[in-house]
């Protein structure tokens, strides 16, 4: 077996420590070391966007990362997106749209929606239907994601009032 | 994915270094979207994987009065996120924001696109249209090689074991020149091109003739293809339609695709002509300041 390699990191707010074959993807760390299992394994190649996570505030796929360049990092993962057991806005509004049927993509969704609201908080269909193609789901449930999207803006620049 | 080591190079000549200890066994890793993938399936193997993304020359992105210089570790993210460049470099942009979705565009290069050296790689007709310099490292210093002799086959470059890309630079475009790249796929996002194509154009003052074209498509040959007689064909010529069309007839002569899932020989040789019409057509339009 190669050399383990101690890695240490922040995840979602809170330094974190973790060994790690470097053949292990992020994701792999995630899930199976951490057991933060709320990103999913879809494709395991890119394309899937199920993995998603943010690393230094950029949207990836944790599948396209290894765990070893997660030295230094901030990592940004479904499991901090509520906050004290208070969903986020787009979690309501997935919830409200009924943005999700069997649910594997939902975590890769809302992470990529949240990084987009906060480039750009007032997105039109057209800039979210080319934000999350990098997301796919096999429930065909698109037209409700961009739905639980535009709610989530909308009640966002509400609050912000 | 199978075993290996991995290192953080902190500058070029640790890289050169390692490569040369490791010869053929090691690695370079950028963004990972490709390499991490290919060790996964099976397709590449590595003893050792050298992570590049520390050394300074390869995260540098700059830009001058003499053109761009983009480290071979620059994400295309990075590139579509520099308001900067849109107004000299669009076509960069236009390969940059196409290639795979947000969160591959957040970790893949476009050094890797280039090193990567699939046929169908959507930064290297842009790179080649542009008149691109690749930067290559080894152990005994630097070499210079334009991008269009870095492909040699699928998978394949011209670099040898111990090299390492560090940056690819383009001259500072000049007065009354455009370019524009544009790709085909049966869906609007995240697909491999059925054939992809950039132009750039060199116009005189009045924006009546073409004084230099440059012309590249992908996924026609087993290698990215710089057509030069189609945009040697424009030069002196007027800008009209007829002009356009010829240069677009010889780039689909040189053409030489498969057919496979994503597209028949006709097909492609087809989509070859139109997008040329079309990517020369938006060149000229930016050479002379329209929107396109």
């Known amino acids: ?161 | 994915m199978h075993e290996f080591d991995y290192v953080v190079a902190e500058n070029l000549t640790e890289a050169t270094k390692l490569l040369s200890d490791h010869k053929g066994s090691a690695r370079i890793l950028a963004g990972g979207t490709d390499l991490l993938v290919i060790m996964r399936n099976g397709r590449r193997q590595a003893k050792l994987v050298i992570d590049a993304k520390k050394i300074p020359e390869l995260t540098d992105l700059s830009l001058n009065d003499e053109g761009l210089s983009i480290g071979a570790a620059v994400t295309c993210r990075q590139i579509w996120e520099n308001t900067e460049l849109a107004g000299d470099y669009p076509a960069i942009i236009d390969s940059a924001s196409l290639i795979g979705g947000i969160q591959v565009q957040g970790r893949a290069t476009i050094g890797g696109n280039l090193c990567n050296a699939a046929p169908s790689a959507d930064a290297i007709p842009t790179l080649i249209a542009y008149g691109a310099i690749a930067h290559i490292q080894n152990s005994d210093g630097q070499r210079q090689v334009p991008v269009e002799e870095i492909c040699q086959a699928p998978g394949q470059t011209s670099l040898s074991e111990d090299e390492i890309l560090v940056k690819l630079t383009i001259a500072k475009p000049v007065a009354h020149s455009g370019a524009k790249f544009l790709r085909f796929i049966p869906r609007n996002e995240m697909d491999i091109a059925v054939v992809n194509v950039a132009s750039m154009v060199e116009l005189d003052s009045e924006g009546k003739s073409f004084l230099k074209a440059r012309i590249a498509m992908g996924s026609v040959a087993p290698t990215p293809l710089f057509v030069k007689a189609a945009g040697d064909s424009l030069a002196g010529k007027e800008v009209n339609d007829e002009s356009i069309k010829a240069a677009a007839l010889i780039a689909r002569e040189a053409a030489t695709p498969i057919t496979d899932m994503r597209g028949t020989i006709e097909h492609r040789k087809q989509l070859v002509e139109v997008l040329t019409v079309r990517t020369l057509n938006a060149a000229v339009a930016r050479a002379k300041g329209e929107q396109s």
């Open chain 1, 1 to 161: 077996m190669s050399k383990r390699h101690h890695v240490t990191t922040t995840i979602n707010g809170e330094e974190s420590d973790f060994l790690c074959e470097p053949r292990q993807s992020l994701l792999e760390v995630l899930r199976d070391v951490l057991k933060l299992t709320g990103a999913k394994e879809g494709c395991n190649d890119g394309n899937c966007g199920a993995c998603s996570v943010l690393v230094d505030g950029v949207l990836v796929d944790s599948c396209c990362v290894l765990g070893v360049e997660a030295e230094g990092k901030q990592i940004d993962t479904i499991e901090g997106m509520a906050v004290n057991g208070e969903l986020h806005p787009l979690q309501k509004a997935f919830l409200e749209e009924t943005g999700m049927q069997c649910g594997i993509c939902t975590p890769g969704f809302l992470m990529s929606s949240k990084a987009l609201l906060e480039k750009n908080p007032q997105p039109d269909e057209a800039e979210i239907r080319h934000w999350l193609a990098g997301n796919l789901c096999r429930c065909t449930g698109y037209d409700k994601i961009i739905r639980a999207v535009q709610r989530a803006a909308n009640e966002m620049a509400g609050e912000k009032v």
